[in-house]
Structure formats: structure tokens, C-alpha cells
């Protein structure tokens, strides 16, 4: 394993109680990445995330943080001081006020930056003397975003960090995710199966289905190589075998025949043209569109 990434597993397996839950995933984050990790609710992502801080031991496999077997205690404990981390649930003291959570939080971090913490307090606009039972999910959101940003973190991992935002607040917690990316040395992490979201923000995805990765790479790549073919013919379309690299998907209703392709049309219809079809379209596709397509391949 290569420490020129941030992170990095391979062939990644979590085992619970005899179901897979994690089954040899591959993944490289480079420094500096916005990173989305995109995946149906139980494809796995809570799951890899726990491994990667050390709260989860995988079964096999492995999985490296800035270089550090994420398995190793003393290793882990550096992992996690170095690692900004936002879960799901947004865990904070409901007894304590803004203010309080905030100077309660800051002493574990020596690299804490009050230059940042007093920007996302006003961007936020956090109401410093309300306390945080008393927040709504999207302030609870803001607070819990500003704690993993101040503390001088390299990477920051986000476990759903949208989850239950309305429309407004979960642009607003995405741009200053950006904004943030852009003006600090940071890697970004973040689990979701909000498709637009990744789509918005990310440089890079992973798509993981059942607990291993179904698609990977950066997302102008994708863009760039994924085509739909379609194929139209005068009687019923063929059953061809399609020898060129790439074919995700093929589907065959009456007269048409569509290739889904990771690889880009040009082999396809190489071979396409020899079964003679009457109209040949093809098509980029979304990323919506790959998502869904590769997460029910095997449905």
C-alpha cells in the first residue's frame, strides 16, 4: 500500500455476526480531495468509516490513514487527532450551550484555530448562548461542522453530514464545505446516498453496493467514459455477446438494444455495426443514472 494517499484500502473485509458487511473494498483518496462515497442506506458506508478511525476491526484486508494501519491502537489514536470526524447523529452535550461546547471541545486539540471558529460562528450565525438541546437539526449540523473544522485537521470525514437538512441549509452546508476545501490544505471524506450532493461537490467518488465498490474514479472521468448505446433494429433486436471492454449493462425490449458502457461507445459499435441496426444514438449519462444502474445490476 502506497502512502501517497490519505486513504487507502484493500480488499477490505467486516464481518457482524457472520453477515458481510464490508467485502473486499478497494479505495485511494488522494490529499487535498473532496471525496464523495456514495451508497444506498446498508450498501456499507457507516460501516468503512468505523474502520477507518479505528472504532471497527476489520475481518481482513486492510486500511490505511495518512500511511498508519487504521487497525493499530497507538496509530489510531493518531488517525483520530488528525482527522476531523462528523457523524451521522451529530453528537454533542445537549446540557451545555453553544459557547460551552465550543470552549469544551477546543483544550483536546492543540492546533485548534480561533480565526476559524470565529468565521463559522458568524457565517453560521450560532446563537453562542442557546443551548444545544434546544437547536434545530440544521444549527445542530452547523455546530458539529464547525467543531471538526477548527481543530486544524488534515481529513475530514462526514457520515451523512446532510442527512435531514432541509433544501436551503444543505447548500449552504455544502458550499462552505467547498469554500473550506479551497482555502485550507484538507481532504474531504464524506459518506452519502444523496446523488445530487456528491455530484455538486465531489472530485472523486466511489460507489459502493453491498459492501464493495461497483464504480470508482474521478468524476470528470466518469462523465467523460460512461455511454448509453442505443440500437435500433428493423425485427427484434439480437442477443449479442459484446467482446469490448466496459459493457455494464445490457438490456434488449423488442426492436432496441441498449449498451450501458464505462469505456466510452467507440469498440461497442464497432462491433454494433456489424449486426446491421436501422439507428444508432448515443448518449452520456449522468451520474444519477450510473448509480442506479450499477447498484441493482445484481437485483
Known sequence: MSDRFVIETADLRKNYDGVEAVRGLSLQVSGGSIYGFLGRNGAGKTTTIKVLLGMAR???GHARVFG???DAEDASVEIRGRTGFVSEEKELYDYMTVEEMIRFTAPFFPRWRGDLEQRYVHKFELPLD???KALSRGMRTKLALLLALCRGAELLILDEPTSGLDPAMT???LQALVSHVASEEMTVFFSSHQIAEVDQIADHVAIIDRGRAVV???LDDLRENFRRIQLVFDGDAPEPAFRAPGVVRVRRKGRVLTVLSSAGAE????EARAL????????PVTLKEIFLE???AED
Open 294 to 296: 450499477t447498484v441493482t
Open 68 to 70: 498508519l494501519p487504521a
Open 267 to 270: 469498440r461497442i459499435l464497432d
Open 58 to 60: 476489520p475481518t481482513s
Open 171 to 173: 447548500e449552504e452546508v
Open 130 to 132: 442557546r443551548k444545544v
Open 276 to 283: 446491421n441496426p436501422v439507428s444508432v444514438d448515443v448518449v
Open 216 to 218: 470508482t474514479g474521478a
